[in-house]
């Protein structure tokens, strides 16, 4: 850190002056040769008449004017001494043009390491002179770092067909399933965001305190780090919170129970244990630092990007990051702009939290809009998407719409709908890595197709299926039981709904046979067959299932026929038949 020595004062600037005078002779010689020289400016040239007649050169041509050494001699012999021979030896000592991008590309070259070597010696001085912080000094120097680093990257244009064989690939990857979009683990958002998050993309989750903004981000970082790469950088929360959020959801266990072990039961201790099996399979980073800078969020996500790779950036959450500026719009304005461009840069998809502003609260209907996005209207504008969370229990407490948590909003490509949903169950099956070592990472949809179901035997298939779906329905009747006092009108199985005053009370498991029994006792509960079958065959169409009424209402899963579809549709037909018999109410 102490080896500083500074330039001595004899050091050449880089330069090259054949290079120089080979483009400007190649000018003289083929003013169309200006195509081929790319972003080429005057101020890339070292020596002072260079640059004067190469912005007198590209000026003339830019008007359609035909320019030779005689016509430009004649335009310069007032600031250049002995123009005229100069600009002959420059054409006669350039035989071709045909080298010209070559020669530019010399000169701009020479042009950047100048640069350099300016930036080496102002940081050099601002560190010895500023009173400025360390931190404020090193973000304005990789901030000018960038835009020379910009400066040397030169994209052309390219015709439209050019690569548009390649594109059409893409689509017909996306066509068979294979898009490049990371699922969220959320259906209905990933319909906002048209197949869920890309590399590039800046997606904006906003709302006001209390909302969930974080646990939304958690929960949807971990369903992405059972398959991708994702950071998150909390500025909010510490670390310990984060892993008790995080345990409390994929354990299903209440969190006042981590935070108060002593309230622990044995099945809470149980489902720790798993919860951390699921963790530690996750690539899953986390970052609990605040007040960061745009230079330190650029340097963390670069160093996991270059150690582990990168897919997805959660950053919790925007007005708790340091800018510069005059003001906080500007701030935001140049944090929302950098982030952008981060994601463009390293191919990673970022979500960005962000507060609502207080004005929402004035108004009698608080679900937000855009014009409540706080400090700047240049969140919107960068953001690809910008996606509002709202639940109305935490302005109206009776709220018949309790448990439930409203996502807004809309992306540049997808859908601008409100979507609902359950705050507390899970959303999806788990994967099917959860049920078999053997099938890890595969997610259980694609682990039970047919085509994979006919490589293993029917017992295998069958020990599988009914592991997953063990497991699923345990979560599912584990979270009933523990909010059966919050739950006053309904409760929702995916998109159906069973309503009535009490809800699931038992669940238990034949292991013999590999029955499961799901029980609901219950005061006159109506059953919505067709959103039942809609969700059914979205979630689980390699199930056979059937209702029995007993006592109540319950539910008899059996598995295993070898053929899913056919042995979904045989439920269908069986399930048509009960409804006839007993009638919609069971």
């Known amino acids: ?186 259906a209905d958002v990933d319909d906002k965001l048209s197949g869920g998050l890309r590399g590039g993309e800046l997606i904006v989750l906003a709302a006001r305190p209390k909302m969930g903004k974080t646990a939304f981000a958690l929960n949807l970082a971990c369903h992405i780090a059972q398959s991708h790469s994702v950071l998150v950088l909390s500025m909010e929360m510490p670390r310990t919170q984060l892993h008790d959020r995080n345990l409390a959801n994929l354990g299903r266990i209440p969190l006042a129970h981590l935070l108060q072990p002593n309230a622990m039961t044995g099945e809470d201790w149980n489902s720790l244990t798993a919860a951390i099996a699921k963790i530690d399979r996750m690539q899953l980073y986390l970052d609990d630092q605040g007040g960061l800078r745009l230079l330190d969020v650029r340097m963390k996500a670069k160093t996991v990007k270059r150690r582990q790779g990168l897919h997805v950036l959660v950053v919790d959450y925007l007005q708790l990051m340091e800018g510069d500026g005059d003001n906080r719009n500007a701030q935001i304005e140049g944090i929302t702009r950098g982030l952008k461009a981060l994601a463009k840069e390293l191919d990673i998809a970022i979500v960005l939290l962000s507060q609502l502003n207080r004005e929402l609260e004035k108004r009698p209907n608080k679900r937000p809009q855009a014009s409540d996005l706080r400090d700047s209207g240049a969140i919107e504008q960068d953001a690809d998407a910008v996606l509002f969370l709202y639940r109305d229990e935490v302005y109206h407490p009776d709220s018949m719409d309790r448990g439930i948590c409203e996502v807004a909003g809309a992306s540049r490509a997808g859908s601008s709908s409100t979507k609902k949903r359950k705050t507390h169950p899970p959303m999806r099956p788990p994967p099917a890595r959860q049920a078999t070592e053997q099938n890890q990472g595969a997610p259980m949809q694609r682990a039970i197709q047919p085509s994979l179901s006919q490589q293993r035997s029917a017992q295998e298939q069958q020990a599988e299926q009914t592991a997953v779906l063990h497991h699923w329905l345990a979560e599912w009747a584990h979270w009933m039981r523990n909010n059966t006092a919050e739950i006053k009108r309904d409760v929702g199985f995916g998109n159906a709904t069973i309503e009535g005053k009490q809800m699931l009370t038992n669940y238990s498991t034949a292991e013999d046979d590999g029955t499961l029994i799901w029980d609901l006792r219950r005061e006159k509960t109506v059953l919505d067959i067709d959103a039942v079958l809609d969700d059914l065959k979205r979630q689980m169409p390699w199930t056979w299932w059937a209702i029995c009424h007993h006592h109540g209402l319950s539910t008899l899963w059996k598995f295993p026929r070898l053929d899913p579809q056919e042995a979904y549709w045989n439920a269908v037909e069986e399930l048509g038949l009960l409804v006839e018999e007993k009638g919609m109410v069971l």
């Open 1 to 186: 850190m102490n080896n500083f020595k500074p330039p001595q004062a004899t050091m050449q600037a880089p330069h090259n002056n054949e290079a120089e005078q080979s483009v400007l002779g190649a000018l003289l010689l083929d003013n169309d040769a200006i195509d081929r020289i790319g972003d080429l400016q005057a101020e890339h040239f070292y020596r002072g008449e260079h640059r004067v007649i190469f912005s007198e050169l590209q000026a003339q041509i830019a008007a359609g004017k035909s320019c030779d050494v005689i016509s430009l001699s004649d335009l310069l012999r007032d600031r250049i001494s002995d123009c005229l021979p100069y600009l002959n030896s420059l054409a006669q000592n350039t035989p071709y043009s045909s080298n010209i991008a070559r020669y530019a590309a010399i000169v701009r070259d020479r042009a950047i390491k100048r640069g350099l070597i300016a930036l080496g010696r102002e940081v050099a001085d601002q560190a010895c002179t500023s009173r400025q912080d360390a931190a404020l000094l090193l973000d304005q120097a990789s901030s000018k770092l960038e835009q020379l680093a910009v400066a040397r990257i030169r994209q052309e244009p390219v015709k439209a067909s050019a690569d548009l064989y390649q594109h059409i690939e893409e689509l017909e990857r996306r066509r068979e399933g294979g898009s490049r979009a990371i699922s969220t683990g959320f």
